[in-house]
């Protein structure tokens, strides 16, 4: 999966669970400032990511996400350790 298809994927979801148009999620885009997530829409992004791309995130590091970039540079980060660990789906 590719830098592209993580950030699309993830506007998609991103829209989905926060009730927003897709266009109003950019990789800059802060999720409780810009995209008016709360806690519960933030634990329902998590689980639903988790969902759409396997146990990719670290939990801890996915608390101090701010942006929807952050939170694809996670993902993908995740992507690649799990590649590299033979652990890939």
């Not at 993830?10 to 810009?34: G, K, T």
Request: glycine share 6%; charged share 35%; proline share 1%.
């Amino acid at each position: 999966m590719t830098d592209d298809d993580v950030h699309d994927a993830l506007r998609a979801v991103c829209a989905e669970v926060l009730h927003v148009d897709e266009a109003e999620v950019a990789a800059d885009a802060d999720l409780r400032a810009d995209l008016k997530a709360d806690s519960m829409d933030l634990a329902e992004l998590a689980v639903e990511v988790e969902r759409r791309f396997g146990p990719v995130m670290d939990r801890r590091a996915a608390a101090d996400a701010r942006t929807v970039g952050d939170v694809a540079a996670l993902i993908r980060r995740g992507m690649d350790t799990a590649e590299r660990a033979g652990t890939a789906g």
